[in-house]
């Protein structure tokens, strides 16, 4: 069996660019991003929310700023992502195919899956109802379930503050890790940021890079991992 070389993932809600010290500075977020020397980045509202909802963050500025080039997740030419949720990646790492997953809830949520030649990575973005996230599990679940059978990694903010309840429905098919609390980000109490993966794949979580960690860009820290395939 030939074994591949490592993936150095990334999620980050990054709040459409709102700091922590209350500035919108998208190229702050751009150096955030280029620090983690990640091959893929799940962005969580990468995307205003009114209106067509445009991208927070300057589409021609992304690639020679960190290296990565936006997936085709968007439904529109202003916005970055779908509900939200973006996926940025090498440019050698092209999508075979794109599944975009309306979710059940109170508030429109939405689920993105993206079929890489050796990996399925899903970005998510959790209802802030676990009524509401339950409901969503079990659909992300079951959508997965109807694709082929590749490895699978699942990124991005769950919103649930239990450690120990709530993401049960996933963990039937998934193991999920919680790498450390990311919310709020100036002093973090609560790990809504999380990772899940399938048997496939051995997943190790990675430190973020200090400036990132201190810099506050967002409302969230990010979370890295390193992802090796079976």
Known sequence: MTKHAPLRLASYNIRA???MDLRRDPLRILSHIAAFKADIVALQEADFRMGSRPTALP???????TGLTPLPVAENDVSLGWHGIAILARPHLKPEAVHRYPLPGLEPRGAVAVD???LRVVGVHLGLLRHSRRQQLDHIREALEELDDRPTV???????WSRKVGL???ARNFT???????FPAS????ALDRVAHCDRVQVKMLDVPPKVAGGHGSDHLPIMAEVQLN
């Open 17 to 19: 660019g709102l700091g």
């Open 59 to 65: 589409r021609d500025m992304i690639e020679s700023h």
């Open 116 to 118: 890489l030649p050796q």
């Open 154 to 160: 699942i990124m991005g903010d769950f919103n649930e």
């Open 168 to 170: 049960g429905r996933l």
């Open 176 to 182: 999920i890790l919680t790498p450390g609390r990311t």
């Open 187 to 190: 002093l973090p109490i609560g």
